[in-house]
């Protein structure tokens, strides 16, 4: 399986391959349903992921040769999707055919998008006049940071640094009120949000043993991709992970994202009356409050935009549209890049995600409306912050 030799290293975590195929693997290879069923009963996740003697997994082979029942039952039985062979691919890459690579879908039966806020209280934007400004900078203790006011002016470096200094010390000192061992923190809110009776518990469990003990921050995104309520959890206590992500930034500096992604709103018409304001009003920024998914694939957001029409009474369809000019280090590219070797963080491949951290700035660019269906998109623009600014106001909380 695989189109060409690779001399890259196999799988992290997958160990040495075994000295000869597996009863799992000969049975998904062969498309033998019953006597994996028989198997994926008795055996541990480990058994169920291990890496055979010609590079694969149980769940290549599967999808490899097209076994749509057993795909299903070893994505169900904890295999890892994400896995790669010796030629570097993932099953969903390998897949046979497009009803094969369907199943490597997020599941659709919680109607949760997560590429959008599907509700008026949109907690992943929030606008900042020039009071919420000088509130923010002036939560942090005092001679930390000096009060700011900017009235109708556009922002200058200094005024960018005062803001993102303000922000590091707010999730810091929010993290540490919590617990000072982030780890802990992440390990406790796993415990309660990911219930041993889910069926992603081994996984969610298996990722987050290998962000403790290999400090791989790779598996913690990928455990906040998964579809469990760690998810949500993580949105509401988000402090904690953007600490551990902005302490981090350095080491995946070829994951900053340039380009331009979607998420779905719904809006109230005053939320919207807002925005427009704002772009009459140079001085006013758009912060992302919480870990926000968004997609390069519109779509993600586009269908839920325009799903229904509606009236000037009811909360309004808004498709959010994010432009990045420049390699962006708070919005983090989770997609495979075969030409540089990078694969993916999220357990969904298809989805396309750009995960942006928490803190990170837009200015308003543009409101417009789509008269047949009521849909707005809302056009921002990403406020660049060097990520030397963001070192060293980390630097200065952790002194």
């Known amino acids: 399986m695989g189109q060409t030799p690779s001399t890259t290293e196999l799988p992290k975590n997958a160990g040495p ?7 799992l693997y000969l049975a998904c290879r062969n498309g033998d349903v019953e006597k994996v069923k028989q198997l994926v009963a008795q055996l541990n996740t480990a058994d169920i992921n291990r890496l055979e003697p010609n590079g694969s997994t149980s ?5 490899f040769y097209g076994h749509k029942a057993i795909v299903k039952m ?7 999707s994400w896995m790669r062979n010796k030629y570097e691919m993932t099953p969903y890459e390998e897949a046979a055919n497009d009803e094969i690579r369907s199943l490597f879908f997020r599941p659709t039966e919680t109607d949760v998008n997560r590429f959008v806020d599907d509700g008026t209280d949109n907690i992943c934007l929030e606008l900042m006049s020039e009071k919420k400004i000088e509130e923010t900078i002036n939560s942090v203790p005092n001679g930390m940071i000096n009060g700011y006011k900017n009235s109708g002016k556009k922002f200058r470096n200094e005024d960018i640094q005062l803001i993102v200094r303000a922000q590091i010390f707010k999730y810091y000192l929010t993290s540490l009120q919590r ?3 982030c780890a802990r923190e992440l390990q406790r809110i796993l415990k309660d949000s ?3 009776s889910h069926p992603d518990f081994e996984k969610a469990h298996s990722l987050f043993d290998e962000y403790c003990s290999l400090d791989q921050i790779e598996s913690l995104i990928r455990l906040y991709t998964l579809e469990t309520n760690f998810y949500g959890a993580l949105r509401s206590n988000v402090e904690v992970f953007a600490v551990e992500m902005y302490s981090k930034l350095q080491t995946f500096k070829d994951r900053f994202f340039k380009g331009q992604p979607y998420r779905g709103l719904t809006m ?6 807002e925005y427009k304001w704002a ?8 912060e992302i409050k919480t870990l926000t998914s968004t997609s390069v694939d519109p779509k993600k957001a586009y269908h839920f935009a325009r799903s229904k029409k509606t009236g000037n009474l009811k909360p309004h369809r808004v498709l ?3 432009h990045f000019d420049h390699p962006c280090s708070t919005a983090i590219d989770l997609r495979c890049d075969t030409n540089r070797n990078l694969p993916c963080w999220s357990a969904y491949e298809d989805e396309a995600e750009i995960l942006v951290l928490p803190g990170t700035l837009f200015e308003v660019c543009d409101v417009q409306r789509e008269a047949d269906t009521d849909r707005y998109t809302i056009i921002l623009r990403n406020i660049h912050v060097p990520l030397e600014i963001i070192l060293q106001a980390f630097k200065e909380v952790e002194t």
């Open 320 to 322: 959010c549209e994010c």
């Open 179 to 181: 617990s000072n061992d």
């Open 268 to 273: 109230a018409t005053k939320d919207i009356d």
């Open 74 to 80: 070893l994505l169900q039985n904890g295999a890892k």
């Open 59 to 63: 769940l290549h082979a599967a999808s």
């Open 194 to 196: 990911v219930p041993s």
């Open 17 to 23: 391959p075994a000295s000869k195929p597996s009863e």
């Open 279 to 286: 772009i009459d009003n140079p001085g006013t920024l758009i």
